[in-house]
């Protein structure tokens, strides 16, 4: 079983950045490629981006591409989301997760959450 925490949120004006970690309990994490979701209020949750089992791989939803990085170090048990260019649109609560598949873009393929990290862009 693997335990997920998100930190890093935080309140940002539109066009800054903020990095979000999340932490993973256990011994297998490299046996888990890892996801970014966020979910605005009244929408339902998306993806966002998606890292594979040793980060050679990486994926993103067109809405982030170029501005937002997914990257992963094992030996840590973490993975990180460096967010750019920062928009309004991108407020939402992030969750990361863990799945035992690549790639998968959908929140049924993922079998471990986060609690979620709040993300506030002002304009």
């Known amino acids: 079983q693997v335990q997920l925490v998100e930190s890093g949120g935080g309140l940002v004006q539109a066009g800054g950045s903020l990095r979000l970690s999340c932490a993973a309990s256990?011994?297998?994490?490299?046996?888990?490629?890892m996801g970014w979701f966020r979910q605005a209020p009244g929408k339902e949750r998306e993806f966002v981006a998606a890292i594979s089992w040793k980060g050679g791989s990486t994926y993103y939803a067109d809405s982030v591409k170029g501005r937002f990085t997914i990257s992963r170090d094992n030996a840590k048990n973490t993975v990180y989301l460096q967010m750019n260019a920062l928009r309004p649109e991108d407020t939402a609560v992030y969750y990361c997760?863990?799945?035992?598949?690549?790639?998968?873009?959908?929140?049924?393929?993922?079998?471990?959450w986060g609690q979620g990290t709040q993300v506030t862009v002002s304009s």
């Open positions: 997760a863990a799945s035992g598949e690549w790639v998968v873009t959908t929140t049924t393929g993922y079998d471990y």
């Open positions: 256990g011994r297998t994490f490299g046996s888990y490629a």
